[in-house]
């Protein structure tokens, strides 16, 4: 640990010298091996109140492991209007549950503006487009006020997600993405979920182990690939958050 808060004393007195991503970079390299509450300590002690969350609403297990760390901290919860209603009472919850401030990011059109002006079911036509304009653009604006953010994801998800970094340089909004769990397994997820008590979604007892917008999630038989119920035929595997 104190090896830990040297660090994070050497990162704030470099700050004004070193270049974003030199920080990055060293934190990356330090942290790899670090339990990730130890990951997100640094986190929060480096970017304090520029450090949000987002959050999907599969489940509560970052949102349970941050704000240990950082109560109070701001979650961005992505309301594409496409999302199942379980997934909204799952917000719902984490709002009465947790010590967080969940705050509901909304695409600059609403869905029958979205018909209005491109058609229906765009997801169906051109699902790229459709999370673009309902995920990825309304994220970036969100994100807008904040040096940092943390995500969920983890390296055994998909073949896309292989190579992150506990710490690295989201190049594309110029600042920094934190991803505490990145090296767990399944079993380490649901191994803390059940340790814990952590809120889940309730249609992941319903065969639902990733879930997205509902027009364009499916359920998963048993052995299938947990994520192959997302954009099940239409040759995409991620909504472009992550890439």
Known sequence: MTALVDVEIGLRQQRGALDMQDIVESAARFLEDAPAIEIIRWAAATFGDRLCLTASMSDALMIDLVSRVKPGVDVLFID?????AETIGTRDAVKQVYDVNVIDVKPSRTVAEQERDLGPRLFGRNPDLCCYLRKVEPLNRALEPYLAWVSGIRRDESATRAGTKVVEWDAKRQMVKINPIA??????????????????????????????????????????????????????IECGIHL
């Not at 594409?80 to 199942?84: A, I, K, L, N, P």
């Not at 340790?195 to 038989?221: E, F, K, W």
Request: aromatic content about 12%.
């Open 80 to 84: 594409t209007g496409y999302h199942f």
């Open 183 to 236: 090296r767990w397994t399944q079993d380490d997820v649901d191994n803390y979920m059940a340790d814990n008590g952590v809120l889940i979604n309730p249609l992941h007892y319903d065969d639902y182990p990733s879930i997205g917008c509902a027009p364009c999630t499916r359920q998963v038989a048993p052995g299938e690939d947990p994520r192959s119920g997302r954009w099940a035929g239409m040759g995409k």
